[in-house]
């Protein structure tokens, strides 16, 4: 039986001349139920920004505690601040609550209205509408089934083009169209989220004339990658060590070169390097019979973390998917477009081969560390093991 997983990213784009998102998304994993919240605070600016962030927080912590959507909104109501010159407290929304089977419901307030794709075409959701203390509030119920995806997004998507490339903006009929042809099925959440986000840019030619936000959440097979890093500090550990590294059903992957001479006298084989250097400033990768990915160690692991870094900044509409073959963009392309579990195998041991180098063991945990964080913030199951 597969093993699935939810996923979920998102790309926003801030109106032309504004430092601040009037949009905001929230999400957690609580008690095995995963909550997205995106919020358009009303105008654009600081107080825009101030009403999408009290309205996201506020309802993905009441809703992932399964507080009726009916005591959200009027908390919301009692807790927004009142805009001096509408004399409103205003913030659209749109809430996913599911759980690790993709059973749940979708809400929405005023916000375009939610894409679903589901067997490889976009489909509309069955909505019913709710009253909610004199508001009306779209209940949908979810059962997602793998490679099932929902799209949510604020008004910017469907105002892109306005004026410009468009007369009217883009009609939601179109964008699901542009999405069936787009979206392949290896694609993550953050990368469909991309992939509108990028296309509502070019309408607007680079200059937005309103917040636009587009969130996505992925029903997915569960992808397990073990990656190991640095020898152990006790040479002894060495086979028990590997021996932990190769177990399980999950992508091997081995950086550095001591690391990769010791998986190979344990697995028998031998490694060899690749003479191709399709990025001058990352070392070529090597190869091991049984392991997916050999790379070279702490250089490598520098520019994957510069890749991981952009790649998870929501502002950021270059291209999710990795198509350079060095060994830090084959890295970013397994850990950050095709993982869902990834667990770090971080020997402390000093590697001779780095002496007289200004490399040591504080700088590969720093590394690590770092890289650990930004991958959890993005909804990765991360796990360190040291030895």
Known sequence: MKELFIEYGYVSLNKFGEELCGDKVESVTVDG????????????????????TLSSKILCTMVSNNIPIEDCIETMIQTLPVCKVRGVAYSTFSVIHVDAFGRGYLFEFDNPQAVYYHEGHCVDFDRKPVDV???KVYHSELNLCDGDIVMVMSDGTIHAGIGRVLNFGWDRKDIMEHMDRNIKPEMSARCVAWLLAAACNDLYMDKPGDDTTVAALKMR?????????????NKENDDYYVAKFMEGDSKKVVCGGTSSQIVARYLGKKVTTSLDFPDKEVPPIGHIDGIDLTTEGVITLRRLLELTEKYISPNDL????????????LLAQMLLENATHITFFVGQGVNKAHEGLPIDTTLKLKLIERLASSLKAIGKVVDIHYA
């Open 33 to 52: 139920y995963t909550t997205l919240v995106l919020a358009d605070g009303l105008g654009s600016g600081v107080k825009a920004n101030i009403l999408s």
């Open 133 to 135: 203390l004199g508001k």
């Open 221 to 233: 097979e569960a992808l397990h990658v073990n990656l190991m890093v640095g020898p152990p500090v």
């Open 318 to 329: 270059t291209p999710k998917m990795f198509t350079k073959q060095d060994g830090a963009s």
